[in-house]
């Protein structure tokens, strides 16, 4: 499945509520990142607190471009909980953290205006 980037593409194809109800997109702290030098593209190995239901969970995100690793520790992000995890090479992804492109491509996390409890669902 391609995903298109473009802010100019028409939107995806209509799906039901039931449907959007099956991606569980949560809140969660970011306790570490680290560079992810074996990735075939420029990312970072994230470890991500979601609370006491869902736990600590891996992450792979490229999003170099934007973030630094000392940025990216103690902020909030959003992703999505309930995809199966991925093998990026020796690191397994439990998670897809979420973000929007810039104007050039690069990722912008996706984070709450507010403060919320970690493990929050997304509606």
Request: net charge negative.
């Given at each position: 499945?391609?995903?298109n980037?473009?802010?100019?593409?028409?939107?995806?194809?209509?799906?039901?509520?039931?449907?959007f109800?099956?991606?569980?997109?949560?809140?969660?702290?970011?306790?570490?990142a680290?560079?992810f030098?074996?990735?075939r593209?420029p990312?970072?190995?994230?470890?991500?607190?979601?609370g006491p239901?869902i736990?600590?969970?891996?992450?792979s995100?490229?999003?170099?471009?934007?973030?630094q690793?000392?940025?990216l520790?103690?902020?909030?992000?959003a992703?999505?909980?309930?995809f199966?995890?991925?093998?990026?090479?020796?690191?397994?992804?439990?998670?897809?953290?979420?973000?929007?492109?810039?104007?050039?491509g690069?990722?912008?996390?996706?984070?709450?205006d507010?403060?919320?409890?970690?493990?929050?669902r997304l509606f």
């Open positions: 499945m391609h995903i980037h473009d802010p100019a593409a028409p939107a995806a194809d209509l799906i039901s509520f039931d449907d109800l099956k991606v569980d997109i949560r809140v969660g702290r970011v306790l570490s680290e560079l030098p074996e990735a593209k990312a970072y190995k994230l470890l991500i607190d979601f239901s736990g600590c969970k891996r992450s995100a490229q999003i170099t471009e934007r973030y690793p000392d940025m520790v103690g902020r909030t992000i992703a999505v909980v309930n199966p995890p991925r093998q990026i090479g020796k690191f397994v992804s439990d998670v897809l953290t979420l973000g929007f492109p810039d104007e050039n690069c990722v912008v996390l996706f984070e709450p507010f403060q919320v409890p970690i493990g929050g």
